[in-house]
């Protein structure tokens, strides 16, 4: 334990204080701070220590912590736990004190629930936390339990109840990433970072998951430059690591590539870490699960070869599952930015030569791109043909259900851009209804395949997550949940417009249930499902009321529900609460236009101004979080689904 005298300023930035035995040090007098005093360290026992001493009683006492710290104050958690609200030093002396059994537990649940983020190799990561963390694993170990600790407690597990509450956890570890992400980069702090981005994401903070993930592919980045560089700026840089650490580093990079594609799928910010950067980076191929398990590099670590233009003959397999994902959300990016960057509304698009069936042509090109992308993989990894029980008992179940879904919304969101926004109850798959027109005419049957396999796709994830949970496969991440929602929209389109895929979805009010029924699930979970819940239910209502009376919305297209149709895409479900009131005040006008209110009010010797300001002050009066939507729709709990098939 340092003895000397320092300020507690330095002490707490933990540098070294430089003076002459008085205060001020030469760090406060530069910075002009008044207050500087000189102190030695409190005789308490110190961080390290109390770490080393709560490893040794780890070792000797498996049983769960039954003992923390005397806590501030106790609440109850939003997951429902009673827990305590720590001071940070008490935190720091909780995840010391946790059994290792625990722990070890925590992070094979982290490494199945999330199968984008399988960047953790558990032996070195278990040894290092044993034998006494350092603060950066610390920060690792707090971030894996801010997002761990809700599914374990969704899926009622009886061990979980001495883990505290996530925000604990969170608040822990951004609070020691605060000094450790401008430190000299290391692979810990790279993969805390990208955690923290996850949790940030799924509690809707995108700015700050944004950031973290920016911030994460920075270390990362300076971390390989140290490797490569032949005259490194730090002169302690390793530059050959052991296979374990090179083993880490290529799967974190990787992992910095999935969480950059998924927080800006659906936003204008351009990607820090496209393939092309990683191609030329040289970045090796992500090792399998069993290499990565035993520290090995494979022969063809040594190049690049990620393309979605596979071999014919070469497929992959379950226990390349992360390799396989990496292909997937590349191809993920190229569609996303296709639909938002207004997809066939774009300049040009609807021209013949960049009609969807056109070869190629920005859609036939990415979808060709999807398609040799699920050729590339083994005939045993292709839901449904494969059930989920198979790959549940081989402990590979969530990266089986992760690859499908991917395909699956996929496959969804590629077909969805062309077909109408709001259909009659009589219209049978057909291209765009409302302007820009595609300028060329389809093939034979080309709407009728395209809408088989928009509908069958969001049939499967609905049916995908309903068998995964019959095996206990919980998958509840951002992505998964955003899935969910995706199908859900697309069973309520087609429960209310059956002719959209010529009756073939029998089911369409029973999927829809099952993804209701996920998403409630998922919104104690992660914040940002609510949004999406909401979302699906307006969505429906409108469905629901356009079929049942052809004319209350005759002649209106997707231009009347701008809003709405910009939230059905929406991958982060931003809030946008002043613009649903623009948007549906201004279809309230023009509907009062087309059915001729104007003229029987001025019939009548009637005020419409006067009666338009009497309705929006009844409106004001009465909103509620939800915004516009309580101007249009009635109240969520008074809304009843279809839970059976017409």
């Known amino acids: 334990m340092r003895t000397s005298l320092s300020c507690d300023r330095c002490r707490k930035s933990k540098v070294k204080c430089h003076h002459d035995g008085h205060a001020p040090c030469q760090r406060c007098a530069k ?51 009673s827990s305590a609200t720590l001071s940070e030093s008490s935190v720091t002396h909780h995840l010391a004190a946790l059994p290792l059994g625990v722990i070890i537990k925590c992070l094979n649940a982290f490494h199945n629930k999330f199968p984008e983020l ?69 692979i810990y702090v790279v993969q805390a970072l990208l955690i923290i981005t996850l949790h940030e994401w799924g509690m809707r903070d995108f700015h700050k998951a944004w950031v973290y993930c920016g911030i994460a592919i920075r270390n990362m980045q300076a971390l390989y430059s140290l490797r490569i560089a032949p005259y490194p700026l730090d002169a302690g840089a390793v530059q050959n690591p052991d296979p374990t650490l090179r083993a880490i580093e290529i799967r974190t990079y990787w992992g910095c590539f999935i969480m950059d594609c998924m927080v800006n799928s659906g936003t204008y910010n351009p990607p820090m870490l496209p393939m092309s950067e990683m191609r030329k980076l040289k970045i090796p191929n992500p090792p399998s699960v069993v290499e990565y398990a035993f520290s090995s590099i494979p022969a063809k670590a040594t190049d690049v070869s990620l393309s979605a233009q596979y071999h014919p003959r070469q497929e992959f397999d379950v226990t390349q599952g ?18 938002f960057n207004d997809g066939r509304r774009a300049p040009g698009m609807c021209a013949p030569a960049n009609c969807p069936w056109v070869e190629g042509s920005p859609w036939w090109t990415t979808r060709q791109e999807l398609e040799s992308w699920r050729a590339s993989q083994a005939s045993q990894l292709q839901y449904p043909a494969v059930p989920v029980a198979v790959h549940m008992v081989l402990s590979y179940g969530e990266t089986f259900v992760y690859l499908n879904l991917l395909y699956y919304v996929s496959t969804l969101m590629l077909h969805r851009e062309y077909f109408p926004f709001l259909p009659t109850v009589d219209s049978v798959p057909q291209g765009p209804v409302d302007h820009p027109m595609l300028q060329a005419t389809a093939p034979e049957r080309w709407w009728n395949d395209s809408a088989a396999e928009l509908f069958s796709a969001a049939e499967n994830i609905s049916c995908l997550l309903r ?12 992505f998964v949940g955003f899935c969910a929602f995706s199908a859900g929209y697309l069973n309520s389109y087609v429960s209310c417009y059956p002719k959209m895929n010529l009756g073939r979805s029998l089911n369409g009010s029973r999927d829809l249930a099952l993804c209701m029924d996920y998403l409630k699930d998922f919104k104690n979970v ?17 469905y629901q009321r356009a079929s049942a009376d052809r004319g209350r919305y005759h002649g209106k297209t997707r231009a009347d529900f701008e809003i709405l149709h910009q939230s059905v895409h929406d991958f982060r479900v931003v809030d946008r609460s002043d613009l649903h009131t623009q948007e549906l005040d201004g279809a309230d006008q023009r509907r009062n236009k087309r059915v001729g209110y104007g003229d029987l009010l001025q019939d009548s010797e009637m005020d419409a101004n006067g009666l338009l300001n009497q309705l929006m002050a009844e409106i004001s009066s009465n909103l509620d979080e939800q915004g516009a939507w309580s101007q249009w729709w009635p109240p969520m709990e008074d809304i009843n689904l279809p839970h059976e098939a017409p």
């Open 526 to 542: 992660w914040t940002i499902g609510d949004g999406w819940l909401k979302t699906i239910q307006h969505a429906a209502l409108l």
């Open 118 to 186: 399988a960047i953790l190799h558990l032996p070195t990561l278990s040894q290092n936390l044993q034998s006494g963390p350092s603060v950066r694993s610390e920060a690792l170990l707090a971030a894996i339990l801010a997002v761990t600790k809700p599914q374990l407690t969704a899926s009622k597990v009886d061990w979980a109840h001495v883990l505290l509450d996530r925000e604990q956890y969170a608040s822990h570890a951004k609070q020691l990433l605060t000094d450790l992400m401008f430190q000299p980069p290391e």
């Open 31 to 81: 910075a002009g701070i008044p207050d500087c005093a000189l102190s030695r360290p409190e005789t308490a026992i110190s961080r390290s220590n109390a770490r080393r001493s709560l490893t040794m009683r780890r070792s000797v006492d498996p049983s769960p912590v039954s003992q923390n710290p005397t806590p501030v104050r106790s609440s109850v958690n939003q997951d429902g736990d």
């Open 467 to 478: 068998d995964a949970a019959d095996c206990g496969v919980h998958l509840m991440t951002p």
């Open 322 to 339: 992360f390799e396989i994902l990496v292909t997937g959300f590349d191809i993920w990016t190229k569609l996303m930015t296709f639909i």
